[in-house]
């Protein structure tokens, strides 16, 4: 699938702006992606003017990376900011902190990112009121009344909701509320909040975005005085990421589109497989046209993620399953290029049953890892 956005000089495929994102104007003698740039002051004579002065400000090897993101999430917008961060945790984070103060209302999701709970917690720990419904059905319009901001996160982790992300966004800018959606799950290949009139879309570049499993990171992008907030939010508590791995993150975007496409297809093999086994129940894929968020989804994603999720008989059967696989990892991440599986209730923060599977579906080829599926939902029914 390609996008038709008009061009910014790079391009409108996919593939070709992943490529050739963020790279600078090419120089003779010098490398087409420059090396990380490992400084924590620059030369700076005179008066302090100039992008780059002191590490935790600025860094030549983020400023390529931010280009690079922003140009994904935002094709040919040039008054859009992107800011990158140590974390997807500091991102959130910084967007929420930056905005809100005590007295302020915001809704959050009660099915999203585990860590929601924690910044909850948080805010309300500095005066700031916390409503929160689910994602599905557009139930957060039913507590937005009155709130300074809107956190959105669709497809929800891990349960796979979808929200009508545009609707939300109207309905909150109607009451004067700035909307933020996380976009780690769908990537700016699958969606762009932006485009859907979001204030902000956060990230987590740990996941998809990178997709190695090797590099923690996350990012921001919006527009206005909105973004000057959270970069001062950044500046005052120091939530940046080395150089190497905005490096490492920028060098990993050029294959995003390759690794998008493998995922994507492969998660709906998967998806179509798991269906028929009669001990999956409650599967999840906004893709398969029969999944109750399929319509909303294909109206305003691109592509549906590579996530699966499903629910086998209880908590020991879940726990056989993952031991059985030989060709996914029993890990708590998703997006990388090997699959990786979990028992999502183990960490006793989703509301899900105990047998709940969160399936994140790498590059491997698609007979072999279905072919793996479905021999361990076998051998763990024994």
């Known amino acids: 699938m390609n996008d038709t956005t008009p061009g910014d000089g790079i391009g409108t495929g996919d593939g070709t702006r992943a490529v050739r994102a963020g790279l600078p104007e090419p120089v003779k003698h010098e490398p087409t992606l420059p090396g990380p740039v490992f400084a924590a002051h620059f030369h700076l004579p005179g008066d302090p003017t100039g992008p780059y002065t002191y590490g935790r400000d600025e860094n030549p090897t983020w400023t390529l990376l931010e280009q690079a993101i922003g140009s994904l999430e935002a094709p040919g917008a040039d008054d859009v900011e992107t800011l990158v961060f140590a974390s997807g945790m500091a991102a959130i984070s910084s967007v929420l902190f930056s905005q809100l103060r005590s007295g302020d209302a915001a809704v959050l999701p009660n099915d999203g990112y585990q860590a929601l709970p924690l910044v909850r917690a948080q805010l309300e720990a500095y005066g700031i009121e916390v409503r929160t419904a689910p994602t599905g059905a557009d139930a957060q319009l039913e507590v937005l009344d009155g709130a300074k901001l809107l956190w959105i996160e669709s497809p929800s982790n891990p349960g796979l909701d979808v929200c009508d992300i545009r609707r939300l966004v109207e309905a909150a800018h109607a009451q004067g509320a700035l909307v933020a959606v996380d976009n780690t799950l769908a990537t700016p290949l699958g969606q762009r909040p932006l485009e859907l009139g979001a204030d902000f879309v956060v990230a987590s570049g740990t996941k998809q975005l990178t997709g190695h499993g090797d590099i923690l990171l996350g990012y921001v992008a919006g527009r206005g005085e909105p973004m000057t907030a959270v970069r001062r939010w950044r500046k005052i508590v120091g939530a940046i990421p080395g150089p190497m791995e905005a490096w490492l993150a920028h060098r990993s975007i050029a294959t995003l589109q390759l690794r998008v496409e493998r995922q994507n297809a492969t998660a709906l093999k998967v998806a179509e497989a798991l269906r028929s086994h009669p001990d999956v129940t409650g599967l999840r894929y906004p893709g398969l046209p029969d999944d109750p968020s399929h319509k909303i ?86």
């Open 297 to 382: 989804a294909a109206q305003q994603m691109r592509r549906f993620g590579c996530v699966v999720s499903f629910v086998l008989p209880g908590r020991e059967r879940a726990d056989r399953f993952l031991d059985a696989l030989r060709l996914v990892d029993d890990a708590t991440s998703f997006g990388g290029v090997r699959s990786t599986a979990e028992r999502r209730g183990r960490w006793g923060g989703d509301d899900v049953p105990e047998g709940f599977i969160r399936l994140s579906v790498g590059a491997e080829d698609p007979e072999d890892l279905v072919a793996d599926l479905l021999r361990a939902l076998d051998e763990s029914a024994r």
